[in-house]
């Protein structure tokens, strides 16, 4: 822990990093098929409620704990609570991440095999693009192959210095997501027949209360702000003294929330618009699962003049904001080795790469396997890190660190009335509703 270790430079850097991580499949993938199962609108509530009352005062957390020890999740433990069992938290996140990636780079794979098909016009030429999805899916070594290349793509990157490459392509590339997902959200909703795919997100229909909506809900947010495994603790380590912690969370989580229900935006008109069948259309979407993206989008673009370069733009971009959190999910698990097995970092990235490389695989051939990856880690063990995190900020760290690091050592002005809102919220209302909210989801 003697060397020096990298800070963020610029100030927009920082957002964009921790943005970045966040920002991602989570996103775009996950939060549409998620909301189509949780029943629409309801689910959306019930979303942002979690990111309100969980998501930020844990990001806040997360950063404090990594800027405070300037080590990696594991390590970060071992500083601030030498000779405790806190570690395992930061273990236990670790194998989060590792398991994470398992199926997270599948869909990265299929990201980059719809690049493929965009470029070769083979996506705007179908006509069944449920089949073209399903082909994919009953395809093992054709999704290993661009999983393998998307795990050493982000392997590549972990290895040249991460820093200057994260910070650049977030930067860069988020805005122009962003102004894609405006345009095509704008093409959606002037779809014929949308308002009721804008009804589905907007409208609450509270007879569409499943009893784990709480859990999903939580889980997903957890997911989405990369929360709950040590990411933030790894990005909060590189964060310099003057980043204000309380504002960067803020500010990533609306982004964050902002680019999830965007996607939605654009993805449920569409799939409501054009779907042949308006009857069926929400039991499709649930039946449909994973594939909800990769379906609806093309079918979006394949309504739109010059689809073949909309699609390449999109799915690339997609790709790209995928890669920023597949890096960030790397490093964490790459940086526990390398620091607290004094490992090269080459090693290290090696070890990793290869582990993932087998998970993907596994998770290639059997979609169960896959959404066992997906369940086990967002809806149990991401809370689970989370729910532990906030009792170590809330009941262990020394209050001393915790107010110099929400204010930068008294540099920033914040209430006392703030500071002990902030401290009573991670002491009982986070854990104590996410145990109720756990529990629930397991009984009913
Ligand atoms: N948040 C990212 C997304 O939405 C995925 C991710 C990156 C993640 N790092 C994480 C999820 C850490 C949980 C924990 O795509």
Redesign the pocket.
Known sequence: MTEKRVTFVSKIGVVAAAAG???????IW?FPSQTADGGGAIFILVYIGCILFFGIPLMVSEFMVGRSSRANTAGAYHLLAPGTQWKWVGRLGVL??FI?MGF?MVVCGWTLVYIFQSVSGSLSGTTDLSANFIALQNNPMRQIVWMILFTLLTAFFILSGVKKGIELSAKIMMPILFLLLVVLAIRAITLDGAGAGLNFLFKPDWSQVKSTLFLDAMGQA????????G?MITYGSYFNDNTPLVKTAVQVSLL?TLVAILAGVVIFPAAFALTANPATIVDELVAGGPGLLFITIPELFNQMPGSMIWSTFFFCLLALA?LT??I??ME?VTVYIHEEYHISRRKSTLLVTTGVIILGIFASFSSSFFNFLDVA?AKFM?PIGGFFISLFVGWYLDKKIVYAQLTNERSLKYSIGFLKTYIFLLRYVVPIAMLAIFIYGLVA
Do not use: E, K, P, Q
């Not at 991580?21 to 989570?26: E, I, T």
């Not at 957890?222 to 495994?229: A, D, K």
């Open positions: 991580s966040a920002v991602g499949l989570g996103n996950r989060t991440g994470i997270y957890f997911f989405s702000l990369s929360l709950g495994m990411c964050d995928a959190s597949t960030s999910l964490v880690s991401l």
